[in-house]
C-alpha cells in the first residue's frame, strides 16, 4: 500500500509557474515509476509528466518544453515545475505511482496508487 500526497498547487495568472510535490509513503519499494496527472471539469483525465526509477521521463506533447518532472528517491519525493503556464492548464493534478517497467506511462491504467489530488487554477 503507498499514500501520496500533493502539495504546491494554487492560483497563477497565465505566463506564471507552479510547482508541484508528491510525498510517497507506506510500501515505497514497490514504486517503479511515477507521474502526474490532470483533470478539469469535463474532460478525460490526462497524464502530464512520468518518471521511472532510472529516471526516464515522459511528457504529453500539450505541456512538452513547459513542465519538467524529477525525483528524489532518498526522499521518495517527485516534483513537477510548471512554467508558462496556460489557462488551459487548469485543472486538478494527480500523483499517481505504479509497477510500471520499461517506458514512462502516461496511461492511467499504469498506476495503481493516486493522490487525493491538488488545484491548479490558471487565471488569463
Known amino acids: 500500500q503507498v499514500m501520496l500526497v500533493e502539495s504546491g498547487g494554487g492560483s497563477v495568472q497565465a505566463g506564471g509557474s507552479l510547482r508541484l510535490s508528491c510525498a510517497a509513503s507506506?510500501?515505497?519499494?514497490?514504486?517503479?515509476?511515477m507521474a502526474w496527472f490532470r483533470q478539469a471539469p469535463g474532460k478525460e483525465r490526462e497524464g502530464v509528466a512520468a518518471?521511472?526509477?532510472?529516471?526516464?521521463?515522459a511528457f504529453a506533447d500539450s505541456v512538452k518544453d513547459r513542465f519538467t518532472i524529477s525525483q528524489d528517491n532518498a526522499k521518495n519525493t517527485i516534483d513537477l515545475q510548471m512554467n508558462s503556464l496556460k489557462p488551459e492548464d487548469t485543472a486538478m493534478y494527480y500523483c499517481?505511482?505504479?509497477?510500471?517497467?520499461?517506458?514512462?506511462?502516461?496511461?492511467?491504467?499504469?498506476?495503481?496508487?493516486w493522490g487525493q489530488g491538488i488545484r491548479v487554477t490558471v487565471s488569463s
Open positions: 518518471i521511472d526509477r532510472s529516471g526516464k521521463v
Open positions: 499517481a505511482a505504479g509497477p510500471n517497467l520499461g517506458i514512462p506511462s502516461l496511461a492511467p491504467p499504469a498506476y495503481n496508487s
Open positions: 507506506g510500501r515505497t519499494y514497490n514504486i517503479y515509476s
